[in-house]
Structure formats: C-alpha cells, structure tokens
C-alpha cells in the first residue's frame, strides 16, 4: 500500500477535514485522553526555512500526544549543506523516525521526500504552493469562531500571488457550500491564474478581485490578512514598493461585521496594526493554539493509517 502523507490539502475528502475538526476539539475537550497515544513514535521536522510557528506547533503537538522529537530548524546544521539530496536525506530520516513535517523553500520538495520513504511526510509548506496544516488551522478556527465553514464570505488581503496560505485556503474552502470569496491585492500581488482557473472557475465559486479593502470591508465573514511575502520576491525594489499596501488599524475595522472574525497566519510585519490585537474579533492568536491541536489530530490520524 502506497504510504499517505498529507502533500496538498486537496488529498483530503471534506468529510476527513470535517473528522479531523471534530477530533481536535475533542484534543481540546479532553487533552488526557491523548497524552500517550504516541508514545515511542518519533516526528522528524525537517526545516529548510525559516519557522517559528509551524515548527514549533508540529513539535508540541508530538510531545503533547506521548511521543518525541527529532529534525533540524536550519538546513546549513545538516548534511543538507553538503549537498545531500532531499531524497537521501528523507531516505536517512526515516530509518530514525515514523512521521516526518518538512518545510523547503522549493515547490514539490516534500513531495519528493515522500516518494522516497514509507513514513508519512506532511508538508508544512512548500515555496510559493501550498501549506495544508496552515489551512487545516484556519478551517478549525473558523469552525471554533463561527459555528461553522460554509455560507461565508472570506476576504483573502495581502500578498495573493507568493502566499501558499491562501492558495490551500481557497483550494479548501471551496468545497464547503455557499462560500464566495474577495481578493484584495495590488495588481502586481493578484492571486494565481490556477488557482482561478483550476479552482474558482472550475467548480463556479463566485469571487471578485478589487484592490480596495475599505470597500468591502463591511460584507466580510473572514478577513484573511497575509505579509508580503519578502524572500519570493525577485527585486527589493518590488518588496519595498508593495510590503504596505495594506495596513489593517481600528479605524478601517470600524465598518466591519460585529462577528467577523480577523485571521492571519502569522508572522505579522506592519499589515496588522498592534492596536488591533486587543480587539474580539483579532482572532490570529488564538488561531496560533488551534494550530497544535489540528497537527495532533492529523499525526494521530496518519500514523493509525499507515501503521
Ligand atoms: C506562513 C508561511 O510560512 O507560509 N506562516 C506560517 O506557517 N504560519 C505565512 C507567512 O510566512 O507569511
């Protein structure tokens, strides 16, 4: 049988994504209840980027279900520096570990670590691609915020073109009924022609693109803040011009729902004003603590799958 990773997040049924939710807040209800389930198994994270997050969330939720922790956070601390391939490097890891989290600056890397071994491999974000962990913590805190992920208007702001966060967003939300999105970006930042052919036209999901936040902000559910995303830009000059097109502040939040909800996947740079943390409807970092518990819910799940 051919082992199951989690590479994209369209590799799960929504029906999965929904059990997922539902065990993860039973994680939350009932941490007792998880705290041995993987004892004497090993995660390896393999970070080839930059992380405080992800890693960090994919390493406590490990711990938190029994088990242990191995990996580098810095790919030059590694054979990697050497010039080891990902695919000899994936091929070692694994005679030591049972799951393995890889991030890499390189689109389709986890990819090509997963082809190579017979562990799980979950890609905690590939280049400008995806990253389907991210997406599972946004669902979860929408779910935990809102009751519920359908019938949802969800502006996606920022960076649309380089965030891998809104490309596995858009891919995931787009299966719940009744969701319609908005994409605020500069021209220069608009979200990929795949993602809008092969995903919004494809399955007719209704959206519009507009580089004005303030206009529709007061029909937003989710606002779904995002950095520019520096290190995917070929010239400074670029970055600098676009890094504050948008920055969210109490005063632009004035119009919006009383219910909605503000995400971001973190790091922030300047597109979230400070003084908008203390407002209830700054959800960001309670969506930081989701995060551990959804990666926890989907360990549990690929390793009883591939044992
Ligand atoms: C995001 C990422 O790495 O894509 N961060 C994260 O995993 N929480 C977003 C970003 O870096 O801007």
Redesign the pocket.
Known sequence: MKTRGLIDIAELTTQEIDELMLVASDIVENPERYAEKCKGKKLATLFYEA?T??RLSFESAMLDLGGNVIGFSDAQSSSVSKGESVSDTARTVACFADIIAMRHPKEGAPLVAQMSVNIPVINA?DGGHN?PT?TLTDLFTIKRELGHVDHLVIGCCGDLKF???VHSLVTAMSRYPGVRFVFISPDELRIPEHIRAEVLDAKGISYVETTSLDDVMPELDILYM??V?RERFFNEADYLRLRDSYILTQEKLKPAKEDMRVLH???RVNEISIAVDSDPRAAYFRQVKNGKFIRMALILKLLSENA
């Open positions: 992380s997050r992800t974000g990253h991210q965030g891998r966060t995002t950095r995303q996947p973190l790091p």
